[in-house]
């Protein structure tokens, strides 16, 4: 279930540079559309724990199947940019669930194995994210509009779906609603620890969406890059983000997550600083699939913490983190549009680093509370 998700992940970044053309706009609308994906993502991810309280995970997943499908229709459909806007707000709701509510039942039914499945399950969601900027271009090298990027994966995604229709799954027994009384909990048993990962988390996600959002352009603009090929260095970039998972889930089994995050962000942050600054075009396509291979297991890594915390909590500590790295996702691509608009491309895209090595910081800072075996 997790490859369609991610395919409409990079729908904004693969279709920005060509609905910016239809509608006649610069990078600061553009940022617009990832800003509507997200806030529906962020919307989402909070009200997991409420409706895995009153329907079954299959009653879930089925019914934001639908909703996505029905979202994705309106936005290919959409004859003003304000109206597409509404709708991929629906469907970034829908999406944010249908990511968040996998990794959440992974948490609760694998406990402390999490940091392995994670890296699977996420594997195979950017798998999907793959899917997305391949599509969009095999779609605008055929002549093709824009509103079939959309409108394929809307109808794709109901095939693909009965597997999960007809797939067992265990009942999550006592999930706690997302409260109040609930993040006390939380800040009480480990205010560090969560503090510092869904920091980590939310500057992490900013990175991550802000670099596939606006790769596109800065490749056109910066390196003269045809549109197909520089939808083949973003996928190029996923593929590496998705071969990565799965060699970060080998590892985290022989090295402790905390020392790969450290090399990880590092490594990726130094790469996201210069490689813009770089003008030799070919040292873009290499570097930012292997910005990618950096970012691989980043992500997986900081939500298998969240096994760390109380059975009943965690739930709810894995919502908080997904909202928060939706709220990352939606609020930086639409800053670093403002910088490519009014500096330029190459000091915009250089400047993801920072919420990169912020994230670092964040993971350094709860050194004591995520190194080695113990809680």
Same mark, same amino acid.
């Given at each position: ?22 509608? @006649? ?107 997305? %900027? ?34 067992? !799954? ?23 620890? !969560? ?104 992500? %997986? !890594?900081?939500? @298998? ?5 109380? %059975? ?35 000091? @915009? ?5 920072? %919420? ?20």
């Amino acid at each position: 279930m997790m490859v369609v998700p991610g395919i409409v992940l990079l729908l904004a970044p693969s279709t920005v540079e060509t609905i910016m053309e239809h509608f @006649g706009f610069q990078e600061s609308m553009g940022g617009l559309l990832q800003v509507a994906y997200f806030a529906g993502g962020v919307v989402g991810a909070l009200l997991i724990t409420h409706v895995m309280q009153k329907f079954t995970a299959k009653e879930i997943a089925i019914s934001q199947v639908l909703l996505l499908s029905a979202s994705l229709l309106a936005t290919s459909l959409a004859p003003w940019y304000a109206l597409l806007l509404f709708f991929f707000v629906i469907a970034g709701f829908a999406n944010g669930i249908l990511i968040t509510f996998p990794g959440v039942y992974v948490t609760r039914v694998c406990g402390e194995s999490s940091h392995h499945q994670q890296s699977l399950l996420y594997g195979f969601f950017a798998l999907g994210v793959v899917m997305g %900027p391949l599509l969009t271009n095999l779609i605008t090298n055929n002549g093709l509009s824009w509103r079939f990027a959309y409108a394929i994966p809307a109808l794709l995604i109901l095939p693909l779906s009965v597997p999960v229709a007809v797939a067992s !799954f265990e009942r999550l027994e006592g999930v706690r609603k997302l409260s109040r009384s609930v993040i006390r909990q939380v800040l009480d048993f480990n205010r560090v620890l !969560f503090t510092g990962l869904l920091l980590a988390i939310l500057l992490y996600i900013a990175a991550e969406s802000a670099t596939s959002m606006w790769l596109i352009t800065f490749l056109k603009e910066e390196h003269a890059a045809t549109l197909s090929a520089a939808h083949w260095i973003l996928t190029a970039m996923w593929v590496a983000i998705t071969v990565g998972r799965w060699i970060c889930g080998y590892l985290s089994k022989k090295t402790d997550p905390y020392l790969l995050l450290m090399v990880l962000c590092s490594v990726s942050g130094v790469l996201l600083l210069i490689t813009p600054q770089i003008g030799w075009s070919a040292s873009a396509m290499v570097l930012y699939p292997l910005i990618g291979l950096f970012f691989s297991g980043i992500y %997986p !890594f900081l939500i @298998g913490y969240v096994a760390r915390f109380p %059975p009943d909590l965690s739930p709810s500590v894995f919502t908080m983190f997904l909202a928060a790295g939706a709220a990352g996702g939606a609020v930086l691509p639409y800053f670093v549009g403002l910088v490519n608009q009014f500096f330029g491309l190459a000091w @915009g895209m250089s400047s993801i680093a920072i %919420p990169v090595f912020g994230a670092m910081a964040c993971v350094y800072w709860t050194r004591h509370h995520v190194s080695g075996e113990g809680n």
